[in-house]
């Protein structure tokens, strides 16, 4: 298509401007030459004369954040289970395999007597792994709720010490208990409030 040019100037104009394209010049209507700055400007896009503004310089990969952009927590990011919570919940885990493991051995090899005994005293060893489930999404009452599980466990294994070895689920019980009523795992179940 070829280009418009105003009634009696001979020349066309450029694109948007209302004035003459100067002849010569090289750049199409309307451009101007790719990465070059706006003219008009001193080739500071801000409209400043002068050079352009360093950017802020950014730490390398890895290196630490000023005081100011380090934060305990991430926006972005769940926080993360104290240490102390999470060896609570593996104990739980391993107290519930153990005792599982005990009810299916005890019912192959003495009696099916055997192995509703070892059952019912690991109900609450149960219980309590699967409060386990919820301890990095829970509340106050999970962990009461585990508490009060893995106590009625350490009863109940106590109980049961004469006839069947729970001594081993016993003792994760009771460092259950230890771990359930520290400061640190009542803070990590009170960060929702």
Same mark, same amino acid.
């Given at each position: ?110 009696? /099916?007597? =055997? &192995? %509703?005994?070892?059952? #019912? ?6 219980? @309590?792994? !699967?409060? $386990? ?19 009625? /466990?350490? =009863? &109940? %294994?106590?109980?049961? #010490? ?6 081993? @689920?016993? !003792?994760? $019980? ?20």
């Amino acid at each position: 298509m070829p280009p418009s040019y105003p009634q009696g100037s001979g020349q066309p104009y450029a694109q948007g401007s209302g004035q003459p394209h100067a002849q010569g010049s090289g750049q199409p209507y309307g451009y101007g030459r790719p990465g070059a700055a706006p003219q008009g400007h001193g080739g500071n896009p801000t409209g400043a004369p002068g050079p352009l503004p360093t950017p802020p310089q950014v730490p390398p990969y890895g290196a630490a954040l000023p005081p100011f952009l380090q934060a305990p927590w991430s926006p972005y990011a769940p926080p993360r289970m104290p240490n102390v919570v999470r060896a609570a919940q593996v104990l739980l885990f391993v107290g519930a395999g153990y005792y599982a493991l005990l009810a299916f051995t005890a019912g192959m090899t003495i009696s /099916a007597r =055997a &192995a %509703g005994q070892l059952t #019912a005293t690991g109900v609450s060893m149960f219980g @309590a792994a !699967i409060c $386990a489930l919820r301890f990095d999404s829970g509340r106050q009452p999970t962990r009461t709720t585990a508490i009060v599980f893995a106590s009625i /466990a350490i =009863a &109940a %294994g106590l109980g049961a #010490a004469r006839e069947h070895p729970t001594g081993p @689920a016993t !003792i994760l $019980a009771i460092a259950v208990v230890v771990l359930l009523a520290q400061h640190t795992t009542r803070d990590w179940f009170l960060r929702h409030h």
